[in-house]
C-alpha cells in the first residue's frame, strides 16, 4: 500500500510531491523498523522458552537421589555417600540373589513331613 504511494509520487516530482514522498518514505521505514523489532523480539521470547522447556525436560527425566539428611555438603562427601549407597545396593542385591539360589536349591529337595509329631502350639481344648 505505501509502496504503491511512493511509486505514484515519483512519477509527479514537485515541490509538494517531494514532501510527500519523503513523508511515505518516513512511514515505510518506520513501519519497517517496527516489523524487524517486533520479530526480533518474538525470536527471543520463544528460544527462552524453549530453552525453560528443555530445562524442565532434564528435571523431570533424571531420577532424584536422597543421599542423606539435609546438610551442606561438599563434592568430597557427596561422592563417598554416592559409593557407600553402591556398595549397600550391591549387597542387598547380592543377598537378594543368595536368599533366591537357597530357594531354588531348597525347591529341588522333596519336602520330609515328620509324621507323629505334636507341635508345641495351645490347642482348643486347653483354650476353653
Not at 38 to 60: I, V, Y
Request: no cysteine; glycine share 4%.
Amino acid at each position: 500500500m505505501v509502496h504503491s504511494l511512493i511509486q505514484q509520487d515519483v512519477s509527479t516530482l514537485d515541490e509538494a510531491n517531494k514532501q510527500r514522498l519523503q513523508r511515505h518514505l518516513q512511514k515505510l521505514t518506520n513501519a519497517a523498523q517496527q516489523s524487524f523489532a517486533e520479530r526480533a523480539l518474538l525470536d527471543e521470547h520463544n528460544q527462552f522458552l524453549a530453552q525453560m522447556n528443555n530445562e524442565a525436560k532434564a528435571r523431570r527425566s533424571t531420577k532424584s537421589e536422597i543421599l542423606g539428611t539435609a546438610r551442606v555438603m561438599s563434592f568430597e562427601d557427596i561422592a563417598k555417600a554416592r559409593a557407600e549407597r553402591a556398595a549397600k545396593k550391591a549387597a542387598k542385591e547380592a543377598k537378594k540373589a543368595a536368599r533366591e539360589a537357597r530357594k531354588a536349591a531348597n525347591g529341588a529337595k522333596p519336602i520330609q513331613v515328620p509324621l507323629g509329631k505334636k507341635s508345641w502350639g495351645r490347642t482348643r481344648a486347653m483354650l476353653a
